[in-house]
């Protein structure tokens, strides 16, 4: 039973160590292979970043961008997953969105009176048990439903870039006017694990590679005739 068990561990151990050496290689993925920029005024980002990636993976990386700051944010990957891999920017926004609200109660059931064609008109003994507008109480109760449409605050992810619609491109320069936090969503292309399922599988070493995420700033430059006067 022993001897078995060593078999089992040592055929796991066989089977995790590329996936360890692979995330270790990994570690500083951005610094070595994504290209800087031509600009000396930008300088690294602590907030880029390296992943292990499998083929069919999306994951998302969250920053924060401050205002009047320049940022450049550049995407670089190992060749096997491919040259289309999407890049994505978000900011989750405060919106007012309409929205149904529904209330549930509990309320006394009723039944169609038959006795006074179901007028409900009680003048005589015949009609003692109508009540209303021809309808009688059961004794037993009914869940209601009822609906109110109202304005809600909720918080939305709105799409700033997709690179899908950029040829594929993987840089993006912009200027922030306001600080904010932005999502980097990274999709690999493929027909890998994808890291949502429920089901284990085991990833061959040629569906897996490294993206990388190199975040670069500087002070926005100020253009135009600014200080001069006498």
Do not use: W
């Not at 491919?82 to 109660?105: A, H, L, P, R």
Request: aromatic share 10%; net charge negative.
């Amino acid at each position: 039973m022993k001897q078995h068990l060593n078999k089992i561990i040592f055929a796991v151990a066989i089977i995790s160590t590329p996936i360890f050496s692979f995330g270790q290689y990994c570690n500083n993925f951005h610094s070595s292979y994504c290209y800087t920029s031509d600009n000396e005024m930008f300088k690294l980002n602590g907030q880029s970043k390296s992943a292990l990636f499998s083929k069919g993976q999306t994951s998302e990386l969250s920053i924060v961008v401050y205002k009047g700051q320049d940022y450049r944010i550049s995407l670089c990957m190992d060749q096997n997953l491919g040259s289309q891999v999407e890049f994505k920017i978000y900011e989750t926004v405060k919106k007012k969105v309409e929205k149904v609200i529904e209330t549930k109660s509990m309320e006394n059931e009723y039944k169609k009176c038959t006795a006074c064609n179901g007028k409900g008109d009680n003048d005589g003994e015949m009609c003692y048990d109508c009540e209303g507008a021809g309808k009688v109480e059961t004794g037993g109760e009914v869940e209601v439903v009822s609906k109110e449409t109202k304005l809600v605050e909720e918080r939305v992810k709105e799409l700033l870039y997709d690179n899908s619609a950029d040829n594929y491109a993987t840089e993006i320069e912009f200027s922030v006017e306001s600080t904010r936090r932005l999502t980097i969503e990274i999709s690999v292309p493929g027909s890998g694990s994808g890291g949502t399922g429920s089901k284990t599988k085991l990833i061959k070493s040629g569906e897996m590679g490294c993206v990388g995420i190199l975040v670069e700033h500087m002070t926005t430059p100020i253009t135009g005739f600014y200080g001069t006067g006498f």
